[in-house]
């Protein structure tokens, strides 16, 4: 287990945790089979996160893919240096232009100035500021992209870390109830060893869809009438944790929440 994997799975949990009434845990533990085993006053809950993938979309060279990523990787530690407040940055780059590695440095610098400029003009509620091809009537002032970018979608995080994807262009690929099934029916064949850890046992569907993902598309249909027997909680959580989804529970009390 990676340092960055446990860390991406402490962040969804984080979001589940505070976007749910009275539930304040006392303690929250690492572990593995579950993930984590949060004592809920004298309750343990045994919580697995699972996260789900895309393939990237094909947009140009592994070579060119490779250098978006470090363009992109640059900006990121860059802005975590300056202390600037989390953000969700989504950058579509112009494949007609070459990313040299000399100009990397450059180009992730003038990433970081063009969305720092729109920081004051995020929406509270979430809805994310564009610039570029198109920009976001709400935003004032001229901003501009570096040459090498089409546009750049920014959007206040509620993961307490900024994160910056490269956006695969096209349809965001839908998410299908079949692909959350198969997810729910894999990890529940391994809640005999979950229950070992504790008698609660909660899932968590993370999109968090790595570095060549945009995000996926959710239809309300997808959420319904899937099978989650088993679980006592089922969650799916978007990237950027502003909104989460509770999928229907068992409708036993054998293991109902617990009361604060």
């Known amino acids: 287990m990676t340092d960055r994997k446990k860390t991406i799975e402490r962040r969804f949990l984080n979001a589940v945790l505070s976007a749910i009434d009275k539930v304040s845990p006392c303690k929250v533990t690492d572990d593995e089979e579950p993930d984590f085993v949060v004592q809920l006053g004298a309750i343990n809950v045994g919580v697995e996160v699972t996260r789900l993938h895309h393939p990237p979309m094909s947009k140009g060279s592994r070579a060119w893919e490779g250098a978006c990523e470090a363009v992109l990787k640059a900006s990121q530690d860059l802005w975590e240096t300056k202390g600037l407040p989390p953000v969700l940055a989504n950058i579509s780059f ?28 995020l929406p509270s509620d979430g809805r ?117 989804y509770e999928l229907n529970v068992a409708e036993t009390d054998d293991h109902a929440e617990p009361q604060s």
């Not at 003038?110 to 969305?115: K, N, Y």
């Open 94 to 121: 112009n494949k007609n232009i070459d990313l040299p590695k000399n100009r990397w440095a450059e180009v992730a610098e003038a990433l970081v100035v063009c969305a720092q400029q729109v920081i004051p003009h």
């Open 128 to 244: 994310q500021v564009i610039v570029g091809l198109v920009t976001s009537p709400w935003l004032t002032g001229h901003v501009e992209c570096p040459a090498e970018v089409e546009f750049i979608s920014i959007q206040h995080s509620s993961l307490s870390r900024t994160w910056w994807t490269l956006s695969t262009g096209g349809t965001s690929p839908i998410l299908t109830r079949e692909t959350i099934q198969e997810v729910i029916d894999r990890k529940r064949k391994l809640l005999a060893k979950y229950r070992k850890k504790a008698p609660i046992i909660w899932l968590i569907v993370g999109m968090e869809l790595g570095r060549f993902s945009a995000e996926f598309t959710i239809e309300d249909a997808s959420l319904d009438n899937l099978d989650t027997s088993g679980f006592d909680r089922v969650f799916v959580v978007p990237l950027g944790g502003q909104v989460f």
